[in-house]
């Protein structure tokens, strides 16, 4: 079956620790983005590349890194410098059709402890 | 800066009942997409919308879109149930071949019986 796996569910961060969420896709898409909800908010852009090792920030990249070396494979880590990161991380991937449509992972939850 | 908005925020229907919601963004875009999103879960695509004039159906959903009035209607007959959920419209702003979408807040339905 084709889709969009993101790895863990829920993700627990200690204080001044780096974690990184997995987002891979077996769907052939170019283009794979990070978005970053908060509740009771609509998504928030946080990078997204086009094409593989290339990557440009989103809307609220601060505190946050990524790297495009697989086609299949777009990993963010959330550093230390991110003083809020507690929210729900969705990944999406589209391929460049007339429609463009965005299809999204089932997404990770980062909490802090 | 693109600004997307929804509204109302919330809406309780009574089941059977027919209701509008409404997006409106503030530049110019032809392209706008609605998404559905249960309680806990990730976005699931419903529409695109691809010119001015387009009007898409699903069910008992029936979206539209204005360009010139930077206006989409999602349109629900005889809400139930199962239409509960957060729906948000994303507009794109054009970004080489894929697309990068700036999100509502979003709208909760919630149907009562």
């Known amino acids: 079956d084709g889709g969009i796996t993101q790895s863990p569910k829920y993700l627990f961060r200690k204080e001044g620790q780096n974690v990184t969420l997995s987002c891979e896709q077996n769907?052939?898409?170019?283009?794979m983005y990070w978005y970053r909800q908060d509740p009771g908010q609509g998504l928030r852009l946080i990078y997204y590349?086009?094409?593989?090792?290339?990557?440009q920030k989103g809307d609220i990249a601060e505190g946050y890194s990524v790297s495009r070396e697989k086609k299949e494979s777009f990993p963010l880590t959330v550093t230390s410098a991110q003083k809020n990161p507690t929210a729900f991380y969705l990944c999406?991937?589209?391929?460049?059709?007339?429609?463009?449509?965005?299809?999204f992972g089932p997404g990770t939850r980062l909490l802090v402890l | 800066e693109l600004k997307v908005e929804q509204n109302p925020l919330f809406l309780s229907m009574q089941e059977g009942k027919n209701y509008t919601i409404y997006c409106n963004y503030s530049?110019?875009?032809?392209?706008l997409y609605w998404y559905r999103q249960d309680p806990g879960k990730s976005l699931e695509s419903l529409f695109v919308?691809?010119?001015?004039?387009a009007v898409k159906q699903e069910g008992r959903l029936m979206a539209s879109l204005d360009t010139k009035a930077r206006l989409s209607t999602l349109h629900i007959t005889a809400a139930v149930h199962d239409l509960s959920a957060t729906y948000f419209c994303?507009?794109?702003?054009?970004?080489?071949?894929?697309?990068?979408?700036?999100f509502g807040k979003g709208i909760t339905l919630s149907v009562r019986p």
């Open positions: 590349s086009q094409i593989v090792n290339d990557f």
């Open positions: 994303a507009v794109d702003i054009p970004t080489g071949a894929n697309s990068k979408l700036t």
């Open positions: 919308l691809l010119s001015n004039g």
């Open positions: 769907l052939n898409h170019d283009a």
């Open positions: 530049t110019t875009s032809d392209r």
């Open positions: 999406a991937s589209s391929i460049p059709t007339f429609s463009k449509t965005q299809y």
